[in-house]
């Protein structure tokens, strides 16, 4: 190039040119009340791609992603598809720009069979009535695509969650998705299924079909992703590149600041025994009994593959479900629990697994959901104590830090790791004795994550016992003072802090070796 050239600005012309974008986001806000969830984020996505969007809850991922799938529309800014400006006004709008949204939490009829699913809103019909030969036939193509091999004529109910999964996806590809957006799509999937996943994310991006990929889980994003868009209260952070994808890169654009120590591993003293469990039986799996102690002051991880029966144990316990036989001391004291309502009151405390459906009452407020354990406990003469209430709430929103523009906001506006803080924040104030969680940190970032691993070690400081079920094997090894694994509704062993590691963990998990199960 000339050095006239240059000076006018001129570029010699690249052999080979880009290809254009198929999705581009320029400049998009989006504000609900009290809250502004996108302040101008820009986003683009070429054919084949592999985009990871990653970001601490609240940073606007799931709100750009509704906007994309025509689930919201947006304030201001832009949205283009082939170079084109759009403005869906529904879901069908995004289909027919060959954009699919698959969410976190599976939205499927379960009562209805594959094909049915796969084409539900848009059946095929043959002279005035469904058309059920051409599903199926059309069904079959799609669930080769995902390698999924289950008939078309199978109720959605009877299958796994992997299953179901893949179900979402064909379902995405029987709209000709040139773009699929997926939300948290492993979080309920064993190793196995998640492995089968990745197969199948690739070869649809080998075919051409773009990917926007949503995780918080920062491993398989650096398996999966080309490109790695962050973002930051509901603006840009950063961009990085596959080989710039590292763990402690992608962490400190996530929460603006280096993060070097998830866990705490120091020594922690415990106390008396505050919770022993003898020969339990649960109903899901009646020939085994379950027995362990658990120390105040002691955080005991469960650790166990999906279907090894850590949440039927943890609900077993808790009063959910009837034991079929054993008994249970709580500081001593033989107590009878058949209820919850008998749980709460020798002082249990049961963080749910799927927050939504079973923490919280989502149309309602943070302050009102906050005071649900606690109302026959706090209630004045048989009405409700409106100042002791809002002392709950408030003592309990700046404790566990939950960004909300009031505690009178309704829950459904948090984002998931505000959410969960609200969930713990209701049993937290009934000062339990013993607090079971289930998956405490699913789906939420790793800025809330600290968080609550910070709470976890803040209450067994304060003598709390806490056993807690985690499908992470990070979180087990660097949480656990002791962790007690489980494969196939058994407990084959007990791991001490200085033994717990992926391998041990695993040889218990899957049954291959047993250890016996040990309280100190």
């Given at each position: 190039?000339?050095?006239s050239?240059?000076?006018?600005g001129?570029?010699?012309?690249k052999?080979s040119?880009?290809?254009?974008?198929?999705l581009?986001?320029c400049?998009?806000?989006?504000?609900?009340?009290?809250v502004?969830?996108?302040?101008g984020?820009?986003?683009?996505?070429?054919?084949?791609?592999?985009?990871?969007?990653?970001g601490?809850?609240?940073?606007?991922?799931?709100?750009?992603?509704?906007?994309?799938?025509?689930?919201?529309d947006y304030?201001?800014?832009?949205v283009?598809?082939?170079?084109?400006t759009?403005r869906?006004?529904g879901?069908?709008?995004?289909?027919?720009?060959?954009?699919?949204?698959?969410?976190?939490e599976?939205?499927?009829a379960d009562?209805?069979?594959?094909?049915a699913?796969i084409?539900l809103?848009?059946?095929?019909?043959?002279?005035?009535l469904?058309?059920?030969a051409?599903m199926r036939?059309?069904?079959?193509?799609?669930?080769?695509?995902?390698?999924?091999?289950?008939?078309p004529d199978?109720?959605?109910?009877?299958?796994?969650?992997?299953?179901?999964?893949?179900?979402?996806?064909?379902?995405?590809?029987?709209?000709?998705?040139r773009?699929?957006?997926?939300?948290e799509p492993?979080s309920?999937?064993?190793?196995?299924?998640?492995?089968?996943?990745?197969?199948?994310?690739k070869?649809l991006?080998?075919?051409?079909v773009?990917?926007?990929?949503?995780?918080h889980?920062?491993?398989?994003?650096?398996?999966?992703?080309?490109?790695?868009?962050?973002?930051?209260?509901?603006?840009n952070?950063g961009?990085?590149?596959?080989?710039?994808?590292?763990?402690?890169?992608?962490?400190?654009?996530?929460?603006?600041?280096?993060?070097?120590k998830y866990?705490a591993?120091?020594p922690?003293?415990?106390?008396?025994v505050?919770l022993?469990?003898?020969?339990?039986?649960t109903?899901?799996n009646?020939?085994?009994?379950?027995?362990?102690?658990i120390?105040?002051?002691?955080?005991?991880?469960v650790?166990?593959?999906v279907?090894?029966?850590?949440?039927?144990?943890?609900q077993t316990?808790?009063?959910v479900?009837?034991a079929?036989?054993?008994s249970?001391?709580v500081?001593?004291?033989s107590v009878?629990?058949?209820s919850?309502?008998?749980?709460?009151?020798?002082?249990?405390?049961?963080?749910?697994?799927?927050?939504?459906?079973?923490?919280?009452?989502?149309?309602?407020?943070?302050?009102?959901?906050?005071?649900?354990?606690?109302?026959?406990?706090?209630?004045?003469k048989?009405f409700?104590?409106?100042?002791?209430?809002?002392?709950?709430?408030?003592?309990?929103?700046?404790?566990?830090?939950?960004?909300t523009?009031?505690?009178?906001?309704?829950?459904?506006?948090?984002?998931?790791?505000?959410?969960?803080?609200?969930?713990?924040g209701?049993?937290?104030a009934m000062?339990?004795?013993?607090?079971?969680?289930?998956?405490?940190?699913?789906?939420?970032?790793v800025?809330a994550?600290?968080?609550?691993?910070?709470?976890m070690?803040?209450?067994?400081?304060?003598?709390?016992?806490?056993?807690?079920?985690?499908?992470?094997?990070?979180?087990?090894i660097?949480?656990?003072?002791r962790?007690?694994v489980?494969?196939?509704?058994?407990?084959?062993?007990?791991?001490?802090r200085?033994?717990?590691?992926e391998?041990?963990v695993?040889?218990?998990?899957?049954?291959?070796q047993?250890?016996?199960?040990?309280?100190n």
């Open positions: 190039m000339s050095d050239d240059q000076q006018q001129l570029r010699t012309p052999k040119a880009e290809p254009p974008d198929l581009r986001v400049g998009v806000t989006k504000s609900f009340p009290g502004k969830a996108l302040k984020v820009d986003l683009h996505l070429k054919a084949g791609e592999l985009l990871a969007v990653i601490e809850n609240g940073a606007g991922k799931s709100t750009l992603m509704k906007i994309l799938a025509g689930v919201q304030d201001e800014g832009e283009l598809v082939d170079g084109l759009v869906f006004k879901v069908e709008d995004a289909f027919d720009k060959g954009i699919a949204l698959i969410h976190q599976l939205n499927l009562n209805l069979d594959v094909a699913n084409f809103g848009r059946e095929p019909r043959k002279a005035g469904l058309d059920k051409r036939r059309e069904s079959s193509i799609f669930l080769d695509r995902v390698g999924l091999k289950v008939s199978q109720i959605v109910s009877d299958l796994t969650i992997g299953h179901q999964q893949m179900i979402e996806i064909a379902k995405a590809l029987s709209v000709d998705a773009v699929l957006i997926m939300d492993t309920s999937l064993s190793q196995h299924e998640t492995e089968q996943l990745f197969k199948v994310i070869d991006a080998s075919k051409n773009a990917i926007v990929y949503i995780s889980r920062l491993s398989e994003v650096r398996e999966l992703a080309d490109r790695v868009t962050v973002l930051r209260d509901g603006d952070a961009e990085l590149f596959r080989q710039e994808a590292t763990h402690d890169n992608m962490v400190r654009l996530m929460v603006g600041r280096d993060i070097s866990y591993l120091e922690r003293s415990h106390g008396a505050a022993k469990v003898d020969k339990v039986r109903i899901q009646p020939k085994h009994a379950l027995s362990f102690e120390k105040s002051g002691e955080i005991v991880g650790a166990g593959l279907g090894a029966g850590r949440t039927e144990m943890l316990l808790f009063g479900m009837p079929l036989d054993g249970m001391e500081q001593g004291h009878v629990i058949r919850p309502i008998q749980a709460i009151q020798n002082g249990l405390a049961l963080v749910p697994e799927d927050r939504k459906q079973q923490g919280l009452v989502l149309e309602m407020a943070v302050r009102e959901n906050m005071s649900l354990a606690s109302l026959g406990r706090d209630q004045n048989g409700l104590n409106h100042r002791r209430e809002q002392d709950i709430s408030r003592e309990m929103v700046a404790e566990m830090k939950i960004k523009p009031s505690d009178l906001q309704e829950v459904q506006y948090l984002s998931g790791g505000n959410q969960q803080k609200v969930v713990l209701k049993w937290l000062k339990p004795r013993v607090l079971f969680l289930d998956e405490p940190t699913r789906g939420i970032d800025g994550k600290q968080d609550i691993y910070k709470l070690e803040k209450l067994a400081e304060e003598g709390v016992a806490i056993l807690f079920v985690s499908s992470e094997m990070e979180e087990i660097g949480m656990s003072d962790a007690i489980m494969h196939e509704g058994k407990l084959t062993g007990t791991l001490m200085d033994e717990l590691t391998e041990s695993m040889q218990l998990a899957t049954g291959t047993t250890k016996p199960i040990s309280n």
